[in-house]
């Protein structure tokens, strides 16, 4: 395996059935908050008036570009949305993909959603004093379908622990059928 430094940026792009998929680097050595430098945001200029794909630009950061719901969160996001929105405008971008608050939260960027993944470790607890920071032990992930047409939609998955979290119910296929064919359109 391959040691990056820290100080080196970490960006790429991939087409993915039709996707531009770019990684964007914003990450600042030594530092728990994110910025966009000029170096990222040319990259990512340069990539979306690259040749045109079929479906659309997914744009991917570690920091997310919009208002958090605790203290420290707000102070760990993306610092300079409004350089990542000037970018984006006009462009092909579907959906902005973002992390590090480990918490699911849904936004948008100058008319682009931007989808904000729980975390794999622990679930921040935003109900709690926003000038307090607590996480619960959990694990999530979020399921993100972006449509030919552009469309986006996103599912939050949370990890159940069996220790923790007794079943509320369990309904068998046959069960389910019923239940939508009575409950369903007609």
């Known amino acids: 395996m391959e040691h990056t430094p820290p100080e080196v940026p970490v960006s790429g792009q991939s087409t993915v059935h039709g996707f531009r998929i770019v990684t ?26 690259g040749e045109p794909t079929a479906h659309g630009t ?3 950061l570690h920091h997310p570009p919009v208002p958090s719901p605790t203290l420290l969160h ?45 975390g794999v470790a622990n679930d921040t607890d935003v109900v709690g004093p926003y000038d307090e920071e607590s996480a619960h032990v959990a694990a999530g992930a979020l399921i ?22 007794p079943l509320a119910f369990a309904l068998d296929a046959e069960t389910v059928a019923r239940i939508a064919e009575q409950a369903g359109p007609r």
């Not at 964007?24 to 008036?49: F, I, K, M, N």
């Not at 405008?89 to 100058?110: C, E, F, K, P």
């Not at 993100?144 to 979290?165: E, H, K, L, N, Y």
């Open 24 to 49: 964007v680097d914003t990450s600042v050595p030594g530092a728990g908050y994110g910025h966009l430098d000029e170096t990222a945001l040319e990259r990512l200029r340069t990539a979306l008036t």
């Open 144 to 165: 993100v379908d972006v449509a030919p047409d552009g469309s986006v939609w996103s599912t939050p998955v949370r990890v159940p622990q069996p220790d923790a979290d």
């Open 74 to 118: 707000e102070a760990l996001r993306l610092q300079n949305p409004e350089d990542l929105a000037e970018v984006l405008d006009g462009s092909d971008v579907r959906v902005v993909l973002g992390g590090h608050q480990h918490h699911h939260a849904v936004g948008s960027l100058g008319g682009i959603p931007v989808l904000v993944a729980p």
């Open 58 to 60: 997914v744009v991917v």
